[in-house]
């Protein structure tokens, strides 16, 4: 319809624009902020580690540090225990003395991980995943999808037409709409009123397709919607059946008549003229050659 026809461009463009309002991708996470983070998870406290409050100045901090490195630096203290105790302590004063780096981590110990950072942060980048928002690079994937998914459905709509465009039957169809097109005219100039078509012709000279199995996409297949509407997928399905719950199947006859768009008449009148022309066919010399020779 005229009305999907503007929609989809419409949600096309709005989804581009809510695209380009997203963080760009580059303006990725520091590897330092994903170790503060795997530590936090480990449950360390840079504050507590130096024995300092979190409101600490840089001169308190580097007090402290000094004061722990005499008691646990491996020349001083030769207990094997000591050397990971003072490897702590060198991690937690290279945190504590970076302004970005101890933002950071107040921010870990105010709100805690955030949600979107919780299996991405911990894990996949310790692997060497991108390092990029994992949000923007969702969002980035859903929006290539679903422009993709949308031109390719486009792609194969006008294919599959320019196929059908090309067969014999299409022709022969065309061949018959413009001789009774002409039929038509004819009928008019001499004041008569013109007769019923099978098929009429369009604005560009040619019977319009319909192609069953690779219709025009619209907003509905738009891939960004369907995968919103993915948790209510078991209320859509619910839903169809429950409204087909105990409604009669049709018969071939019924979804015929639907497809070829008849009446009740009209679709008897069809079939009669089927069963004659199949009839003709089993009963003409060809036929009847083709079954002499089966049986030789």
Not at 5 to 15: G, I
Not at 123 to 146: F, K, N
Not at 225 to 240: M, N, Y
Request: charge should be positive.
């Amino acid at each position: 319809t005229k009305m999907g026809m503007y929609t989809t461009p419409v949600f096309v463009t709005l989804f581009v624009v809510c695209l380009l309002s997203l963080p760009s991708p580059t303006s990725a996470r520091s590897d330092a902020y994903y170790q503060i983070l795997r530590e936090f998870s480990m449950g360390k406290n840079y504050y507590d580690i130096l024995g300092v409050t979190e409101n600490a100045t840089s001169s308190q901090i580097k007090k402290a540090y000094h004061k722990q490195s005499l008691l646990y630096h491996p020349d001083k203290n030769k207990d094997p225990s000591a050397i990971p105790i003072y490897v702590d302590i060198q991690r937690a004063y290279e945190v504590l003395t970076d302004k970005e780096q101890r933002e950071d981590f107040d921010k870990f110990q105010a709100e805690g991980i955030p949600l979107h950072e919780r299996y991405y942060g911990v894990y996949m980048h310790e692997w060497g995943a991108p390092q990029h928002d994992i949000r923007s690079v969702v969002c980035w994937l859903i929006g290539i999808t679903t422009v993709a998914k949308y031109l390719y459905q486009w792609w194969r709509h006008v294919d599959m037409k320019e196929r059908a465009k090309q067969t014999l039957r299409y022709k022969k169809a065309m061949k018959a709409a413009k001789q009774e097109n002409k039929e038509n005219k004819r009928r008019k100039r001499e004041g008569k009123e013109p007769k019923e078509t099978d098929a009429e012709i369009n604005e560009n000279g040619e019977i319009e397709v319909q192609v069953h199995g690779a219709e025009m996409p619209t907003w509905r297949d738009l891939f960004v919607l369907q995968v919103l509407l993915l948790p209510f997928q078991p209320f859509i399905i619910g839903k169809s059946v429950y409204d087909n719950w105990g409604v009669p199947k049709k018969t071939p006859d019924q979804i015929m008549q639907e497809r070829l768009g008849l009446d009740d008449e009209d679709y008897k009148k069809w079939k009669d003229q089927q069963i004659h022309k199949y009839q003709q066919r089993m009963n003409s010399a060809k036929m009847k050659r083709y079954q002499r020779w089966l049986k030789k």
